[in-house]
T-cell receptor, first 113, second 114 residues
Framework: AQSVAQPEDQVNVAEGNPLTVKCTYS??????LFWYVQYPNRGLQFLLK??????LVKGSYGFEAEFNKSQTSFHLKKPSALVSDSALYFC???????????FGKGTRLSVIA | DAGVIQSPRHEVTEMGQEVTLRCKPI?????LFWYRQTMMRGLELLIY????????DSGMPEDRFSAKMPNASFSTLKIQPSEPRDSAVYFC????????????FGPGTRLTVL
């Protein structure tokens, strides 16, 4: 069965500094990997996805993520954090077949001015 | 498109009452998902539909929960009777498929059961 882990409940970073939100996964086949963001009192919004191809995926709002098959990771990154990036971030994975995504527990990102 | 629409946005009810949450997916999306979000348990998939047919309801916590999708543009999640532990934010999401394409989430319904 597929699973995804976000090892950090909370990440704090100063505005202007690079940020990383970690995600590792476990699947039996080739993974489809997603990142979503949730702002307060809002639904989740899609940021980016990896299906196949280039291991570095670029998404919305300047975010990117790197697929690393050997480390089974899909960390979310941004070169320069903004206060407005403060939100809850979810990693999600799908295994073989047309089955729904499995979401991680989320990582709360706080960007401090 | 207006996106996924959910109503009501907030619901406060008393224990034992019936609660009905509503969702209108994005037109053309064949898949509809119901999720529940709590601080303790995070985001949980309750049930999902494909072309109005329930595919997997293994996430529905108890028989008190039921979901229907009478047509491609409307779905309901019903809790009867409601209990305080049902208090959560309930999200509806829709997608072109189960997992290849991204899911579009509604704004959620915040349910409080007193």
């Amino acid at each position: 069965a597929q699973s995804v882990a976000q090892p950090e409940d909370q990440v704090n970073v100063a505005e202007g500094n690079p940020l990383t939100v970690k995600c590792t996964y476990s699947v039996s086949g080739n993974p489809y990997l997603f990142w979503y963001v949730q702002y307060p009192n809002r639904g989740l919004q899609f940021l980016l996805k990896y299906i196949t191809g280039d291991n570095l995926v670029k998404g919305s709002y300047g975010f990117e993520a790197e697929f690393n098959k050997s480390q089974t990771s899909f960390h979310l990154k941004k070169p320069s954090a903004l206060v407005s990036d403060s939100a809850l971030y979810f990693c999600a994975v799908r295994d073989i077949g047309n089955t729904p995504l499995v979401f991680g527990k989320g990582t709360r990102l706080s960007v401090i001015a | 498109d207006a996106g996924v629409i959910q109503s009501p946005r907030h619901e406060v009810t008393e224990m034992g009452q019936e609660v009905t949450l509503r969702c209108k997916p994005i037109s053309g999306h064949d898949y509809l998902f119901w999720y529940r979000q709590t601080m303790m348990r995070g985001l949980e998939l309750l049930i999902y539909f494909n072309n109005n047919v329930p595919i997997d309801d293994s996430g529905m916590p108890e028989d008190r929960f039921s979901a229907k999708m009478p047509n491609a543009s409307f779905s309901t999640l019903k809790i009867q009777p409601s209990e305080p532990r049902d208090s959560a934010v309930y999200f509806c999401a829709s997608s072109l498929d189960a997992s290849y394409n991204e899911q579009f989430f509604g704004p959620g319904t915040r349910l409080t059961v007193l």
